[in-house]
């Protein structure tokens, strides 16, 4: 079974730019998160979709950040204009439903470097 | 969401069991204890989840206390594959948030 795909792996921008991530979810799972991790901590959540409807976004800095989940399917994660604290690996990450357990199946990640 | 508490990090022998803590004394009850795993430059991996009773898996095993206020992981051999941050998670059922703190960093030695 395919994993969670994210793309690029690696992008290095300068403040003030706009970059974007891609992700593909593991078939047939309805839920699909986005995190943010900085060096050193645990994932931050970003927002949540299940199918393409938004269910949390209450830690998206929506002035600079924005998500989104055409057909509900694969999603894509903006950033414009970047800050030197965006740098962080952004990670996606996929489950079944909203009611399952709580397993969610990771990407490998994108990782930002702001300049 | 319930928060978690768990030390920073921890050493084990190759080959000796491991004992990872969290201590969650505000779970509800219907929290999940989760745990999840993450090696360097991956993303997290699902290691183990349990709600009242003890959970063997072929990873690890899960023992949750019986007032649910606090659990352990166990890897019952580590391997130097095993070094790693194990994130301890109450995951909200009325929230479906996973929501990680900053988890125990593994070091296995040889």
């Known amino acids: 079974e395919a994993g969670v795909a994210q793309s690029p792996r690696y992008k290095i921008i300068e403040k003030r730019q706009s970059v974007a991530f891609w992700c593909n979810p593991i078939s047939g799972h309805a839920t699909l998160y986005w995190y943010q991790q900085i060096l050193g901590q645990g994932p931050k959540l970003l927002i949540q979709f299940q199918n393409n409807g938004v269910v949390d976004d209450s830690q998206l800095p929506k002035d600079r950040f924005s998500a989104e989940r055409l057909k509900g399917v694969d999603s894509t994660l903006k950033i414009q204009p970047a800050k030197l604290e965006d740098s962080a690996v952004y990670l996606c990450a996929s489950s079944l439903d909203l009611r399952n357990t709580g397993e969610l199946f990771f990407g490998e990640g994108s990782r930002l470097t702001v300049l | 969401d319930a928060k978690t508490t768990q030390p920073n990090s921890m050493e084990s022998n190759e080959e000796e069991p491991v004992h990872l803590p969290c201590n969650h004394s505000?779970?509800?009850?219907?929290?999940?204890i989760h745990w999840y795993r993450q090696l360097p430059s991956q993303g997290p991996e699902y290691v183990i989840h349990?709600?009242?009773s003890n959970v063997n898996n072929r990873m690890a095993s899960l023992a949750i206390a019986e007032d649910r206020k606090s659990s352990t992981l166990i890897l019952h051999r580590a391997t130097l594959r095993d070094a790693a941050v194990y994130y301890c998670i109450a995951y909200g059922g009325a929230t479906n948030k996973l929501i990680f703190g900053t988890g125990t960093l593994l070091a296995v030695q040889p």
């Open positions: 505000t779970i509800s009850g219907t929290d999940y």
């Open positions: 349990g709600l009242t």
